[in-house]
């Protein structure tokens, strides 16, 4: 269950006056605070009343060598429960805290919103998750549980606009998202690779069944061989015989980087993606352009243009 996408005010407050410190996230609105604590800055946090509040809170850093994972949990006292992360849990760099304006949530909010939390950032598959176990789905009263997914789709909100899209799926509706501009479908078709992927405003998602290459290339830098090892271990990919196939959607950051991940090795992405009529990705994009920039002029002779 997510909102449906609509303009919105979001304020970022640096308490500390440092960009890269402390800040807080609200959307004008709502009854949802977010803040984001750099690991060092956990002093200051805790000096802040919010600090003793009911709070859902994610933990952010390098799990491993493939890049940034996830823990999600709750606290009755979420300052505390910071602190005792500070000392029990070594990855973590960042913590995003949410916790309740009007300071109204118990621990069965903050119970249910962590099972359900933990549910997305699995669906969605950014980050790999570092829970031991999923939370318990313990009772919620259907008032509650309304409440709850409310906040939590404030909170994906907030955590995305601070970095952080952990709750996001990688595949928006255009109904539901009005800015994600419909794409054509892409496909890679060289090199042994039969793929296809849809663009959206993040990157690309290329999609399950898609199939590359198993072995990478001798020239290939250890980052990609890294990637390409991190999805199979994710669960992400596959290995069958001499092909690698994609068994979820997953968004990649480019097409260069999708692309490397298929071929085992670099590759222009932007010129190896090509839609059903043969255009790259850069085609596309130069089509996209000099049509909006021809609309615009039409329209401001007040025609309508003809394409």
Known sequence: MHAISRPQTIQIFLPQGDPSGIRMAEITTRTVRVFDVP?????????????????????????????????????????????????????????????????????????????????????????????????????????????????????????????????????????????????????????????????????????????????SRPSAAKSIVRGRQSLVERGIAEIRGDQIVMAHDYLFSSPSQAAAMLVGGSVNGRDSWKNAAGKSVNEIEADIVEKTVTAQVVQSLGRTPAF
């Open 39 to 215: 690991r060092s800055l956990v002093s200051g946090f805790l000096a802040m009343p919010e600090a003793s509040q009911v709070g859902l809170y994610f933990l952010f850093g390098i799990g491993s060598e493939d890049g940034t994972a996830c823990y999600i949990g709750q606290s009755g006292n979420v300052g505390g429960r910071l602190k005792q992360h500070v000392s029990g849990k070594d990855f973590w760099e960042r913590a995003i805290v949410a916790v309740s304006l009007t300071n109204t949530w118990t621990d069965t909010h903050v119970g249910f919103m962590e099972w359900e939390a933990i549910s997305r950032a699995g669906k969605a598959s950014r980050y790999p998750l570092l829970n031991g176990n999923a939370a318990s789905n313990r009772y919620t009263p259907a008032p509650l549980e309304a409440d709850c997914n409310e906040y939590l789709e404030t909170i994906s909100v907030l955590i995305a606009t601070l970095g952080y899209p952990a709750l996001e799926s990688i595949r928006k509706n255009t109904r539901e998202s009005p800015s994600e501009v419909a794409a054509e479908r892409l496909y890679l078709r060289q090199s042994g690779c039969q793929a296809e992927a849809d663009p959206t405003s993040e990157g690309l998602v290329v999609l399950a069944g898609s199939v590359g290459n198993s072995r």
